[in-house]
């Protein structure tokens, strides 16, 4: 019953490196969100997909890419990290239909930039 | 565009006393609500959620939450804290328009309980 799962669970980056941070969940969920999480802000939405091949972006999507090839997989790419990026990253997942549902979020990604 | 405020980033109840996590939100349109726990280093967990069934929502380790139209909020209450019950409470506000399904958060409000 793995859910959401994500890797790696913690990196630390050089500035101006790139990673690619690894989602995937197996619940045949539709839409895939991808946040981030500062301490005192809550979650900001960074990008999310509605299904494979489809994806939009958020509130804060400035430095990410995305992308959506299969139902299962959505992974987020950091191209030159920067200090600013340092945050703790969840996926999320939830199936949609006709009304909301609620989303399942994985452990989480926790990165620092040095 | 939908907005969450949680009253008071850090709430302090002792053991056995009355857990009240405030949320009020924002929303043009009828609003899909949720409560979300995060215990530290794990993802977020669903307490609850209302979707219009009901404004009394009942949710998992005796947690519930009213929908108040009128005042625009989604209190979040639970009659007796637990030690275990330690953690951070994300309040959340869904915006269904144009197919998107985001969830907005509110910042969040840490709960301790004191023995």
């Known amino acids: 019953n793995a859910g959401v799962t994500q890797t790696p669970k913690f990196r630390i980056l050089k500035i101006g490196q790139s990673m690619t941070l690894q989602c995937t969940q197996d619940?045949?969920?539709?839409?895939m969100y991808w946040y981030r999480q500062d301490p005192g802000m809550g979650l900001k939405l960074i990008y999310y997909s509605v299904g494979a091949g489809i994806t939009d972006k958020g509130e804060v999507p400035n430095g990410y890419n995305v992308s959506r090839s299969t139902t299962e997989d959505f992974p987020l790419r950091l191209e030159l990290a920067a200090p600013s990026q340092t945050s703790v990253y969840f996926c999320?997942?939830?199936?949609?239909?006709?009304?909301?549902?609620?989303?399942?979020f994985g452990d989480g990604t926790r990165l620092s930039i040095l | 565009a939908q907005s969450v405020t949680q009253l008071g980033s850090h709430v302090s109840v002792s053991e056995g006393a009355l857990v009240l996590l405030r949320c009020n939100y924002s929303s043009s349109v009828p609003p899909y609500l949720f409560w979300y726990v995060q215990y530290p280093n794990q993802g977020l967990q669903l307490l609850l959620k209302y979707t219009s069934a009901a404004t009394l929502v009942k949710g998992i380790n005796d947690f519930e939450a009213e929908f108040k139209k009128s005042e625009t909020s989604f209190h979040l209450t639970k009659p007796s804290a637990h030690m275990s019950d330690a953690a951070e409470y994300f309040c959340?506000?869904?915006?269904?328009?144009?197919?998107?399904?985001?969830?907005?958060f509110g910042k969040g409000t840490k709960l301790s309980v004191i023995p």
């Open positions: 999320a997942s939830t199936f949609i239909d006709t009304s909301n549902q609620p989303q399942h």
């Open positions: 959340a506000v869904s915006d269904s328009g144009a197919g998107s399904y985001q969830l907005t």
């Open positions: 619940m045949n969920h539709n839409y």
